[in-house]
T-cell receptor, first 109, second 114 residues
Framework: RKEVEQDPGPFNVPEGATVAFNCTYS??????FFWYRQDCRKEPKLLMS???SGNEDGRFTAQLNRASQYISLLIRDSKLSDSATYLC??????????FGAGTRLFVKA | GAVVSQHPSWVICKSGTSVKIECRSL??????MFWYRQFPKQSLMLMAT?????????EQGVEKDKFLINHASLTLSTLTVTSAHPEDSSFYIC??????????FGPGTRLLVL
């Protein structure tokens, strides 16, 4: 079993739609959680950290469920510019960081 | 936010040659930097952790004699792909954690070995 698993997609949604991605992790000792966005042929960029209480940044909402060991990302009112690959990232103690394989999102007009 | 730069952004070389990639932290000091490799449609895979003033720590399966890492200063780490072969063609990305928490990535170096 992979340490971090994501649905690879692709998710094809129309503009304005709401889309949700889930990610599961296997190490219960994981401490920090992030969502990164990676555009085609570019480096990953931090989208948002994920906190236990859940957090929101504009149209993006991230949630963490430690008991079930999954994190989620919700995108509301999708824009064409949201098309990208979204990487779930989990950090265990120290510097060990595990990346999910990413979920591809295509937003269409 | 923190800025990490990489150079070159892309390189094409002949099989058997060596290629050096530089990773710099521009507005912070990084005692530790990370080198990743990403093949098409795959996730980032950590190759090694670069430690300033000491030897790099390589992940299992990564040949340390092939991927030479030097972290001579607090703002510069270099990755040298020695005797590159076509199977080494990939997207190489470095990163650093200025606050020990959030990783910031360089723009990546696309290597094509002919």
């Amino acid at each position: 079993r992979k340490e971090v698993e994501q649905d690879p997609g692709p998710f094809n949604v129309p503009e304005g739609a709401t889309v949700a991605f889930n990610c599961t992790y296997s190490n219960s000792a994981s401490q920090s959680f992030f969502w990164y966005r990676q555009d085609c042929r570019k480096e990953p960029k931090l989208l948002m950290s994920v906190y236990s209480s859940g957090n929101e940044d504009g149209r993006f909402t991230a949630q963490l469920n430690r008991a079930s060991q999954y994190i989620s990302l919700l995108i509301r009112d999708s824009k064409l510019s949201d098309s990208a690959t979204y990487l779930c990232v989990v950090k265990t103690g120290g510097f060990k960081t595990i990346f999910g394989a990413g979920t591809r999102l295509f937003v269409k007009a | 936010g923190a800025v990490v730069s990489q150079h070159p952004s892309w390189v094409i070389c002949k099989s058997g040659t060596s290629v050096k990639i530089e990773c710099r932290s521009l507005d912070f000091q990084a005692t530790t930097m990370f080198w990743y490799r990403q093949f098409p449609k795959q996730s980032l895979m950590l190759m090694a952790t670069s430690n300033e003033g000491s030897k790099a720590t390589y992940e299992q399966g990564v040949e340390k004699d092939k991927f030479l890492i030097n972290h001579a200063s607090l703002t510069l780490s270099t990755l040298t792909v020695t005797s590159a072969h076509p199977e080494d063609s990939s997207f190489y990305i470095c990163s650093a954690c200025p606050n020990g928490e959030t990783q910031y990535f360089g723009p990546g170096t696309r290597l094509l070995v002919l």
